[in-house]
């Protein structure tokens, strides 16, 4: 059994902060690439930010620059530093881990999410 978790969402004022956090617990063997995504109201999910196992990370066009995604392998936890938030970013932020499980079975894993809410 492996589960997903994230926290740290909440209602922050335009230009604030926020740090998420999302713990992968369970069976894991290994964890590949680990990633945020936000689905506004009325919009499809999308990908925000991706980080390999050894480090390599991506980021949508929307978050370079305020947004730093980061990786604890030994603790198994990702995080998402947001910076200079705007209301364009609220919206639901979901975690999702690539692993392996010590009964061989490689699949991906969503959180539930967590609520971010930038007011104006």
């Known amino acids: 059994q492996v ?3 994230e926290s740290g969402g909440g209602l922050v004022q335009a230009g604030g902060s ?3 956090s999302c ?3 369970g069976s894991i063997f ?3 690439r680990m990633g ?3 689905q506004a109201p ?3 999910r999308e990908s925000l930010a991706t980080v390999t196992s050894p480090g ?3 980021y949508a066009n929307s978050v370079k620059g305020r947004f730093t995604v ?3 392998n030994a603790k198994n936890t990702l995080y998402l530093q947001m910076n200079s938030l705007k209301p364009e970013d609220t919206g639901i932020y979901y975690c999702n881990a690539q692993i392996t499980t010590w009964q061989g079975l490689n699949r991906s894993y969503w959180g539930r999410g967590t609520q971010v809410t930038v007011s104006s």
Do not use: F, M, P, T
Request: charged share 30%.
């Open 3 to 5: 589960q997903v978790v």
């Open 18 to 20: 926020l740090r998420l």
């Open 23 to 25: 713990v992968a617990s």
């Open 30 to 32: 290994s964890i590949d």
């Open 36 to 38: 945020w995504y936000r």
């Open 42 to 44: 009325g919009k499809e």
């Open 56 to 58: 390599s990370s991506n």
């Open 70 to 72: 980061s990786r604890d």
